[in-house]
Each structure stands twice: as C-alpha cells, then as structure tokens.
C-alpha cells in the first residue's frame, strides 16, 4: 500500500509536530544519559554508541505513522530543534543532524516508492539514518580516533539505530495502531 494521497492535511501535521515535540523532550533527557554514561564506555568509548539509535526514531516513526513524504524529515527537524531549544550542548548543529536523520529514512521509503511499512523496510530506514550521525560525529568529534574506532562507531551507530528506530519504531507504530490511536491514518490498519 502506497502513500495516502501525498496533500498533507492538518492532521497530518499536527501529529508530526506533536510526535516531534514529545520525542524532543526525550531526546533533551538522552543527552543527559549522554553525557551521564561516558564513563561506563572508557574502557572502549565507541561502544557508547550502543544507545544512540534513540535520536534516530523520529525519522523512522514519522514516516511510518504518517505515510506521507516529507513526515520524517518533519518530525525529526521538530525533535531536533524542541531538544536544541530545551538546552542541549550541542547547539545549532542538532537541527542539521535532524535533517539529515529524518532525511535517509525518507530516502528509503521513497525507494520502496512509499508502498512498504513493515519490519523490513523500517530495520533499513532506520540504518540509514544512522549513516548521517556517523559521518558527523565522526567529523566533528572523534575525528582524531583511530581507524579502528571510528569503523567500530559507524558500526554500533547504525546497529543501533536499525535496532532502536527501525525495529522500535515499527513495534511502536503496531501498538499504537492496536490501541487506536491511529485511527485517521492508514497506518492504524498496521
């Protein structure tokens, strides 16, 4: 089943502003665990990025419930900025990365020529995503790693994200559609 007509109507927005802002807030929270679990990973710091795919759900999710281009892109940009304006150390540079994190998965479902949803097509979309904080991250953080580290981080980054926003992201949308919530999109038939 393909993208439900591609005119957004105000629904549509409502839920991706809405899903953005609530993801927003939990993404200013994982910035502290973040920061709070550096310690733990001292030992190897790239396996860190274990938990990042959470940063990475909004792209996934809002193209999964929404079905509509454009709805990652949206809901990501609006968790980013949400998560930059709560105060987050990172700064402007968390807009760009929502870009970029709502923009691969739209890639992916696009290539899919919008008519997949399932387990399959989220588990990539959510890998795709990871693509981006890798890059970045890897430019402007840990550009001074070793070679090693920075394939172990692209790795686990992209696991991660398959994992956390890909697999997560279609659980989630099962639910939510299970308990009603979805009734106005065409992802409420699963």
């Known amino acids: 089943m393909g993208v439900s007509g591609v005119r957004w109507r105000t629904v549509d927005i409502v839920v991706a502003a809405v899903l953005g802002v609530a993801i927003g807030v939990i993404f200013w929270f994982w910035g502290m665990l973040w920061e709070s679990t550096a310690p733990l990973f001292l030992f190897f710091p790239p396996a860190q990025a274990v938990i990042y795919g959470m940063w990475l759900v909004p792209g996934v999710l809002g193209m999964l419930i929404i079905r509509k281009p454009g ?88 696991l991660s994200a398959a994992v956390i926003a890909g697999v997560g992201g279609r659980l ?15 992802s409420a038939r699963g």
Not at 73 to 89: D, K, N, P, Q, Y
Request: hydrophobic share 60%; proline share 5%; charged share 5%.
């Open 71 to 158: 709805a990652g892109v949206l809901t990501s940009v609006a968790a980013a900025t949400v998560s930059m304006l709560l105060g987050t150390h990172w700064g402007l540079v968390v807009v760009l990365a929502g870009l970029l994190q709502g923009l691969l998965p739209e890639i992916v479902f696009a290539l899919g020529r919008y008519r997949f949803w399932g387990m399959g097509i989220s588990v990539l979309a959510g890998a795709a995503a990871g693509l981006a904080p890798t890059a970045m991250d890897l430019t402007l953080y840990y550009a001074d790693w070793p070679l090693t580290y920075m394939a172990a981080y692209g790795g686990i980054v992209v």
């Open 172 to 186: 989630l949308t099962t639910a939510l559609a299970r308990a009603g919530a979805l009734t106005p999109f065409p």
